[in-house]
């Protein structure tokens, strides 16, 4: 069983940055890979980055590409998701997954609750 918690989120104007934390409890957390997704309103969940277990493989949609950089801590059960150059199109609730290392929503275990991130025009 693994609880995720992000924080992070908030208010930025556009070309401002970010950074997302989720913390993961658990002694299990080094065995999944961690995921990025965002849900904006009216809209389906949609993949932004994802990390290996290890932390040496990475793989990010070609909207956040150049522009965010996922990272984790295995030591400290965290995963981030550093934000620049952000955008308005990003304006979304942000939700860290564990599961495999894969784009699909559905082949993640679990989920934390999200953080909001609004980037203003």
């Known amino acids: 069983q693994v609880q995720l918690v992000e924080s992070g989120g908030g208010l930025v104007q556009a070309g401002g940055s970010l950074r997302l934390s989720c913390a993961a409890s658990g002694r299990t957390f080094r065995r999944y890979a961690m995921g990025w997704f965002r849900q904006a309103p009216g809209k389906e969940r949609e993949f932004v980055a994802v990390i290996n277990w290890s932390g040496g493989n990475t793989y990010y949609a070609d909207s956040v590409k150049g522009r965010f950089t996922i990272s984790r801590d295995n030591a400290k059960n965290t995963v981030y998701l550093q934000m620049n150059s952000l955008k308005p199109e990003d304006t979304a609730v942000y939700l860290c997954?564990?599961?495999?290392?894969?784009?699909?929503?559905?082949?993640?275990?679990?989920w934390g609750q999200g953080t909001q991130v609004t980037v203003s025009s």
């Open positions: 997954a564990a599961g495999g290392l894969d784009t699909r929503p559905g082949t993640y275990d679990y």
